[in-house]
Structures are given as C-alpha cells and as structure tokens.
C-alpha cells in the first residue's frame, strides 16, 4: 500500500521505517526541510537503536521517502498516518493540538476523497471526533504505545494494536495496513474514537501511577526505615500487580509521561470527571528530584556551596539522547543554582544537554566527570555507569560520596571501596540494623 506518514519526531520516522519494513510504499513528511534532508541521507536525528539501519535499508530500496510537500503526500498516499507531536501549552496543562489540527488541515486539502487519515499522536479525548467533522476524508485513530530505546520493537511487535474506527471500511484498510503484524498473533482491540483516544492516555497515567506509587512507598521507607528494593520485589511475585514499573528512584520524565498526565488531568476537569489523583502522582514524582537535592546537601554537611558534583546521567532514562523534562538535568540544574559546581556526563545526550542547560560543566567521559569530584549523583541507569568498578572511581575522586537517584548500584559493593552511599527509599549504611 502507499502511506505517508507526516511528523518525522522519532514517532512518525520509526513509524514510516517500520512501514517500509512491512513492505508498504512510505512517503515521510514534515515541515523541517532539515530534517527531511538528514533522513533523506539515510540519517537520524536522535539515538534511537535499530532504527538508523532501518531507515539506512529502506531509503536505499526506494520504499522510504522523505518530502517537505503536502501536495506531494496528498496525490501519494492511499492511508496518511499523522504522527506529530502534543507538547504540553505553555499557558496551561493541556495538550497543544496546533501540529495536529494543521497536520489535519493540509491532509483535508490536499489528500484524495477515498483516502483515510489515521491519527497516531496521544490527544485529548474527543479530538478524533472533532477532526472526523471537519474532514472530507475519513478519519481513524490508531494510538502508539512505542517506548523510547525500543520504538522499532514496539512497532514490529507490538503488545496490542487498537483502531479507533466509525466503519467496516476504515478498520478493513487498518488491517490491510497492519497485516504481517495481526498474522504473528498481536491482539486487536477495535473500539469508538473515544475509546481509542482514551486507551492511550489511561495506559500512560497507569504507568505514572505505578511508579509514584512505588516512589511514595519509598518515602514512607524513607521515614519507618524500611528497604522500597526489597518491598518492590516482594510486591512483583504477586501476579496481579507484577515486577516491572516499579522501580523506584528519581522518578519519571521525558516527552510522554509527565505531559501526557497532565493533560489528561486537565481533559477530565473539563468534562467534569476529575482525576485529582493524576496532580498527587505529579507532585510525589517532583518530590523524589527534591529528595535527591537533600540527600546531595546532607551528605556534604549542610549544603552543596562551592562542591564539585558530578552528574552521572543526562537522558530522561537509558538507551535514549532525549533530555525532554530529565529528572537528571532537573537536580543538575538545582544543585547549580545553589553554588555547586556541576560536572554532567552522558553517553549519548550530551549534545541535546549541552542545548538546554549551556551554564552546566560536561565530561567527555565518565571518569573526567568523577576526576577531583566532591560528591557523585547517579541519575540515569545507563549500564556503564553500573559497571564503574567504585575502588577504581574512589581514586578518582577527591571524596567518596554518591547517592543512587535509581537504586541500581550495589550498596554494599561501594559502601566496602570507602564510599558514603545513599538511595532512595533505603536506610543509610550508618542507620542500617537500628
Ligand atoms: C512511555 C510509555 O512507556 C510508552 O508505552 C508510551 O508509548 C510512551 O511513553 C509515549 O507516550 O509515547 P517512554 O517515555 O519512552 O514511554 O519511557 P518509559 O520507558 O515509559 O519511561 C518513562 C520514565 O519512567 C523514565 O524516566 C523512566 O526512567 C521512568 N521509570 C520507569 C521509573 O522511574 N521507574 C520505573 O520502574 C520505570
């Protein structure tokens, strides 16, 4: 079939690429002539595993192409997936729709009559509709759940797929679309526009909610002196509530979760069902960055003034570049505000950090930022920074001190190399036994 796929953001050109690998003719579009041409020449603007070699393999064969012209994706496509982003407004906590209701617009003028325009972004329920009554083409809904480090994987194999659809037509060609995908066995939920627009946000706000759950249970660990590790994995043998999510720590960020809930709260106080509990789950989430601060200022007797800190970490999680609301950056940002001297390693966001926080210092290497450092944060669990041997980075540093904003390091480990450790939601060493 002959798609396009319009917003080329690391949702739209890991859609388009997996498109192209179902064996679908993909047209990508977007308004950034830089970036279509980087695309163009087989090259991704962001880290995203596997992905580069898809695009790279489909370029190179012709299915995949890349346009800044919606005239061209009109007279082209048969189905148009529309992908563009939904940041949060800057005057409230809504979604900002203005991608997506020009994405719409353009497809209303320029796609042929029979076509089938497919809206993938997260939006506020009731969009679907809304765009349905001012489209002559049809419209679909068919949200993404694709994570970021693993977007081709979710794509190709997804855990479900929903279509959102107002008749037999649509969800048939939706099929047609998705074939290969439905013949492994991936479940198919079909369901109203509401529904579908829902199943997105409502994923998102229970993943939110398990996480500041468990962040909360951390707090309470915190005062009563229990172990959120321990508690967490005895927690997840229950199959009902399960082991993943729970990883207590710094807490969640990036591009969807913490904008997507927010939104959400927002959507459902307009329609008069409010999910107060979505505001609480956002403020144990903001706690857990404040938490990471204090431990800093109490390990260095008071306050952080003039102390060399490194920062292990600037991604919002790991095997990601993107630093959109990193909870590493957040407390980098807040320790330099209160006279730290901030020293900033990641291994693939240093570029997007560097952009965003210009006034931080940044390490080429892990071991430069430890070199002569003060106090060490661990802030996002990249695998390397779990395999630092801590007597190695003992002798780097000038004194042993780090907290684990996300409870990977092993306690004891650093704790015998001469290191004053602290966690999240785990007693001191000190206080340890009381
Ligand atoms: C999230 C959802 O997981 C996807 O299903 C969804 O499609 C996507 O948003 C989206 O809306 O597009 P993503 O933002 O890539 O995906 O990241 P996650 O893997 O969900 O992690 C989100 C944040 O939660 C990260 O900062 C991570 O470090 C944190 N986290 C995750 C925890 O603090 N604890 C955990 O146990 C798990």
Not at 286 to 310: I, K, P, Y
Not at 330 to 335: E, K, Y
């Amino acid at each position: 079939m002959r798609l396009t796929v319009i917003g080329t953001g690391y949702l739209g050109a890991t859609h388009a690429a997996c498109m192209a690998e179902l064996g679908h003719e993909v047209l990508g579009v977007d308004v950034d002539p830089e970036k279509i041409a980087a695309l163009s020449a087989g090259k991704v603007p962001f880290h995203e595993p596997g992905l580069p070699e898809l695009i790279a393999k489909h370029t190179a064969s012709g299915r995949l192409r890349f346009t800044t012209s919606y005239a061209e994706a009109g007279a082209f496509g048969e189905v148009h997936f529309v992908c563009v982003g939904t940041p949060q407004r800057r005057d409230s906590d809504a979604a900002d729709l203005t991608y997506v209701d020009a994405a719409f617009a353009a497809l209303a003028a320029h796609a042929a009559p029979d076509a089938l325009l497919v809206g993938k972004s997260t939006v506020p329920v009731g969009t679907a509709g809304r765009l349905a009554r001012t489209c002559d083409p049809e419209v679909a809904w068919n949200p993404e759940f694709l994570r970021e480090g693993f977007a081709v994987e979710d794509t190709l194999r997804p855990d479900r797929l929903v279509f959102g659809v107002e008749s037999a037509r649509a969800e048939t060609i939706l099929r047609a679309v998705y074939a290969p995908v439905l013949a492994a066995g991936t479940p198919l939920v079909t369901a109203d526009f509401p529904t579908a627009e829902l199943v997105k946000t409502a994923a998102n706000a229970f993943l939110a909610t398990k996480i500041s759950f468990i962040n909360a249970m951390a707090e309470v660990c915190e005062a009563a002196g229990g172990d959120v590790r321990t508690l967490a994995e005895a927690l997840g043998h229950d199959d009902r509530i399960g082991p993943k999510f729970l990883s207590a720590g710094v807490g969640f960020g990036g591009g969807c979760l913490p904008k997507d809930i927010r939104a959400f709260a927002h959507r459902a106080d307009e329609l008069g069902t409010p999910l107060s509990f979505l505001r609480e789950v956002d403020a144990i989430n903001m706690r857990r960055r404040d938490r990471v601060a204090q431990l800093a200022r109490e390990l260095c007797g008071g306050d952080v003034l003039g102390v060399r800190v490194a920062v292990l970490g600037a991604a919002f999680k790991p095997g990601s570049d993107d630093i959109r609301d990193s909870p590493a950056l957040a407390v980098a940002a807040r320790l330099r505000l209160e006279g730290a001297d901030v020293t900033v390693h990641d291994p693939e966001a240093m570029d997007n950090a560097r952009k965003a926080f210009p006034l931080l210092g940044y390490a080429l290497t892990a071991e430069d930022a430890l070199r002569g450092a003060g106090l060490v944060l661990h802030l996002t669990e990249w695998p390397q920074f779990r395999a630092i041997d801590p007597e190695r980075a003992a002798m780097l540093v000038a004194r042993p001190r780090i907290v684990d904003g996300r409870g990977v390091l092993d306690a004891d480990r650093w704790t015998a190399a001469g290191w004053r450790f602290r966690a999240l939601g785990r007693p001191a060493p000190e206080e340890e036994g009381q």
